[in-house]
Nanobody, 122 residues
């Protein structure tokens, strides 16, 4: 079992920044890939960014490239999502996920956090 707990969401104005955190516990060694997804009201959950836990490989959705940065802290077993230049369309519940294989589909991930709300006002 793997437990994931997100934090850091909130309300921010357009152009502002937020940093999300996702702390993992449990049998995390079995899940080498960590990712962020988001889900806006009435929309499907979509990929935001991913990072591998061993070799440092990252991937981003086109909509966030150049604005968001995913990083990891091995000692704290935590990943982060630094979000800059936020836009109203970034408003969503952001979820942390862990899985055994590299990918940008929700089906690649079998452990999920409870989500944290990010709201960007115009």
């Amino acid at each position: 079992q793997v437990q994931l707990v997100e934090s850091g969401g909130g309300l921010v104005q357009t152009g502002g920044s937020l940093r999300l955190s996702c702390a993992a516990s449990g049998r995390t060694f079995s899940r080498n890939v960590r990712a962020w997804f988001r889900q806006a009201p009435g929309k499907e959950r979509e990929f935001v960014a991913a990072v591998t836990w061993t070799i440092h490989m990252t991937d981003y959705a086109d909509s966030v490239k150049g604005r968001f940065t995913i990083s990891r802290d091995n000692a704290k077993n935590t990943i982060y999502l630094q979000m800059n230049s936020l836009k109203p369309e970034d408003t969503a519940v952001y979820y942390c996920a862990a899985g055994p294989r590299w990918g940008n589909s929700v089906h690649e991930y079998d452990y999920w956090g409870q989500g944290t709300q990010v709201t960007v006002s115009s």
